[in-house]
């Protein structure tokens, strides 16, 4: 009986140390870049760039769109969870003083963001013309749940020029 015994217990710790080595080491390079691919919306040979480091214990991914070169960048936890999110948007530069408005700015951001708009007015927008770049834009911040959600839309059109979503 004390056989039995000793063995079982062998058997759970075993199991154990196990399941223990797998939950330090967490996601894999290949699990992170699938990760921030799915997220994009795209596939490996949908980009080009492709670069995944491990930083401490969490994979900074970053890559660019071969069809109309955006760039994405990655922060992703080693349980797997997308930490931050940044994509700078290609587009066309207007050197005109229009503006679309705060309120337009601000719905923009919504909808490109899937947050309601309700959430997105509670946040900051700001407008900056830049005399160097000889462009304007709307910088909006905003919370929604566990993240916050930073957005650059150009002033004469409203395009998104870049977003940045950080977790909590």
């Known amino acids: 009986m004390k056989k039995i015994t000793a063995v079982i217990v062998l058997i759970v710790m075993t199991a ?4 223990s080595s797998f939950a330090v080491t967490g996601i894999t390079r290949k699990e992170a870049i699938d990760k921030a691919l799915k997220d994009a919306g795209l596939t490996r040979s949908e980009v080009r760039a ?15 769109s071969k069809a109309d070169k ?9 349980k797997g969870t997308i930490l931050e999110k940044s994509v700078e948007y290609r587009y066309k530069h207007d ?7 705060r309120e337009a700015a601000r719905k923009k951001a919504a909808d490109h963001s899937g947050v309601s708009y309700n ?3 509670k946040g900051t927008c700001k407008y900056e013309y830049s005399n160097k770049k000889k462009e304007g834009k709307y910088e909006i911040k905003f919370r929604s749940g566990k993240y916050i959600y930073e957005y650059e839309i150009l002033a004469p059109t ?3 020029m870049e977003m940045e979503k950080k977790r909590k």
């Open 95 to 101: 050197n005109s003083k229009e503006k679309i408005g």
């Open 50 to 64: 492709l670069d995944a480091e491990k930083d401490g214990g969490k994979f900074e991914v970053e890559f660019i």
């Open 70 to 78: 955006t760039e994405f960048d990655y922060e992703i936890s080693k």
């Open 16 to 19: 154990a140390m196990t399941v």
């Open 119 to 121: 959430k997105v007015k």
């Open 158 to 160: 409203g395009e998104v």
